[in-house]
């Protein structure tokens, strides 16, 4: 990995995910209106497991891209849905202006072990890239993965010969799992290079709202936690209040510190619908709102 310090802002981009509940619209919002003045490449909107917010991802999307005056990415899953249903939702998406497609394979439904295609539907993210690719109007996205997907078989090596494979298949760039450390990612970044892979590839960065609800989803998609993240969030809860904000700002900056330092020039934050953390990572970076925010219509 050969790193190459840059002197410019790299490009960010921010993660939401849709509310279920009236509180939790105006926690979307309220982030939407604190984050879009930064002028991010895009924003993405998630898909629930099993597809559950499939109507609720629809009208964030779409409210975002009206009022907000950013990119918007819609996440799409090939999970408990034909091909008819699932082109129709990208037609929806290209009918209310939506030009960014997330690609996803997408997680198993609720008490399900493992992902099993719809009878009719797309088996995997590479058949739907390839279908939403085919109407030649979408910027497509997908994920990857810098460790070795839950469900992966062969390790990273597998991972990295699939994320080829949706590329080929149509995709643009992709967006990583978070991780811990910069290294994770430099040295899945020289993986994909010997691969092959020349598309951009975004690395996922997750400010830390909750040590706890963080270690939950590492163990979830397979991130690996370092024992130093774990004895330095446990030391900042004995030491009181406002200790844990003030070590995720820090860890959180410095990781995007390292990675832009490598040469990384594009930033991914998941925003859990909660701007502050994300908001003081940018300005510690020297990232700045750049425009004012007209009022929602």
Sequence with gaps: MTAETSTTAPKISFEFFPPKTLEASFALWETARALAPMDPDFVSVTYGAGGTT?????????????????????????????RAETLAI??????????????LRGDAPKGADR?????????????????????GDMTIRVGAYPEPHPDS????????????????????SAITQFFFEAETFFRFRDKCEKAGIDAPIIPGILPIQSWAGAKRFAAMCGTSVPAWADDAFTAAARDGEGRETLLATAICTELCDNLIRGGVDRLHFYTLNRPGLTRDVCAALGIQPVRELKAVA
């Design 54 to 82: 499939r109507q609720l991802t629809h009208e964030a999307v779409t409210t975002i891209q009206k009022n907000y005056g950013v990119n918007v990415a819609a996440h799409l899953t090939c999970v408990d849905a034909s």
């Design 90 to 103: 990208v037609q929806s998406y290209a009918d209310a202006g939506v030009r960014e497609i997330v690609a």
């Design 115 to 135: 992902f099993t295609p719809h009878a009719e539907g797309f088996a995997n993210s590479i058949e739907l890239i390839e279908a939403i690719a085919a109407r």
């Design 153 to 172: 078989t062969g390790g990273t090596d597998a991972d990295v010969a699939w994320l080829k494979r949706k590329i080929d298949a149509g995709a643009t």
